[in-house]
């Protein structure tokens, strides 16, 4: 069984950053970072394949990186400019041969 684990996440006022870490039990994943707030459908923030091809949404594109550590089976994401707006569980996902896994998330709140 793949399990994901993520850590980093945390208060953090406007305009500050966060790193989000991802442990992963396997390799060989394409991976990504997803959000979900209160209310809201979960959603796309950046993902990263095997190979390091990266795509992000336009709401974080230039302000976020996603990036692995392939040596150590971890994904990162850092995240600068932080908004309120980027206030969300954030959810590692893995794909491999057709399955998805995810992790429990982390919770990220950006607040004054």
């Known amino acids: 069984q793949v399990q994901l684990v993520e850590s980093g996440g945390g208060l953090v006022q406007p305009g500050g950053s966060l790193t989000l870490s991802c442990a992963a039990s396997?390799?060989?994943?394409?991976m990504g970072w997803y959000r979900q707030s209160p209310g809201k459908q979960r959603e796309l923030v950046a993902t990263?394949?095997?190979?390091?091809?990266?795509n992000y949404s336009d709401s974080v594109k230039a302000r976020f990186t996603i990036s692995r550590d392939n040596a150590k089976n971890t994904l990162y994401l850092q995240m600068n400019s932080l908004k309120p707006e980027d206030t969300a569980v954030y959810y590692c996902?893995?794909?491999?041969?057709?399955?998805?896994?995810w992790g429990r998330g982390t919770q990220v709140t950006v607040s004054s």
């Open positions: 996902k893995a794909t491999r041969l057709g399955y998805n896994y």
């Open positions: 396997g390799s060989g994943f394409n």
């Open positions: 990263i394949t095997r190979g390091g091809a990266t």
